[in-house]
């Protein structure tokens, strides 16, 4: 006889399927004990440098039953966001996940959908949808529901699949079937470490977040330090090295997601139409997207720096 946790674990896994998640995988809720010495260690370091918010909220990062009363289980999803084409190659770059429209309402939406069904074929089921905007442990969760595991890069990645996707939870108040954490199969690979202009990851694992590329064109909101000149490789608005080199993501496919599919605009503009940008264009352009975190004079910003 099927047990209700593992009748309701199905039943959430199948229509997460079915909102075009790639991968849904649940978790206890709990403290993550071996989260603490990590994140208390990159902070004393100052790895996040200007981005003081990584700092609040110390014990909800770490235990999400400070985030929902009575949570009892984690579900942690993957959707794919992985694009069937790429910018012109005489263009400035930003990041595959900016192409379409932005994930965080995208996304919201889904698991908005995914707690109706639950509450409306459970019964009274309380919960919060997390999309990257508060301080829950994203990679962590869903390393530890058996979604993949923590790289060198220090992104999840999943064999057969890359890293292409975005992260995203629900925190249930629900009692389910757990999975388990999958193993580490990076091997001896140094792509990602090899391949970083901006030596950004320090060790195997351990990523400055103040010397990354997407760190400096979308966080810092002061000048680029010049000692970063020429190591951007053009990129204005994130950056994809260290997953683009990354052996995994020879398996990335491209995903379904309609509000993901590239504006046209964005994939024929040439770094002539880039250094042109003007606040009009850059307000239609990026009416809906991901791009207009760094605001005009941000973008501006940035592309004057490479040129």
Known sequence: M???????????????KRLGFLSCGISKAGFLEEEA?????????????EMKYMENHFDKRLN???????????????????PSETQNNDSYKISKYAYGQDYHFVIKEKLNELLHTI????GEVSGRAFVDSAPVLDKAWAAKSGLGWIGKNSNLLTQQVGSFYFIAELIVDLDLEYDYASTDHCGTCTACIDACPTAAIVAPYVVDGSKCISYFTIELKENIPLEMKNKMDDWIFGCDICQDVCPWNRFSKSHNEPL?????????MTKKDWEEITADTFKKV?????????KFEGLKRNVKFLR
């Not at 047990?3 to 199905?10: D, G």
């Not at 999400?64 to 992985?82: C, E, F, G, Q, R």
């Not at 509450?119 to 459970?122: K, L, P, V, W």
């Open 119 to 122: 509450q409306t074929e459970i």
């Open 64 to 82: 999400p039953t400070l985030l929902v009363d009575d949570a009892k289980s984690v579900i942690s999803l993957l959707l794919n966001y992985y």
């Open 260 to 268: 993901f599919n590239p504006n046209p605009i964005i994939l024929s």
């Open 2 to 16: 099927i047990n209700n946790k593992s009748k309701y674990s199905q039943l959430i896994k199948t229509e997460a």
């Open 286 to 294: 990026f009416k809906n997207s991901a791009v207009k975190r760094t």
């Open 37 to 49: 010495p990590r994140l208390e260690n990159w902070l004393n370091q100052n790895r996040h440098g």
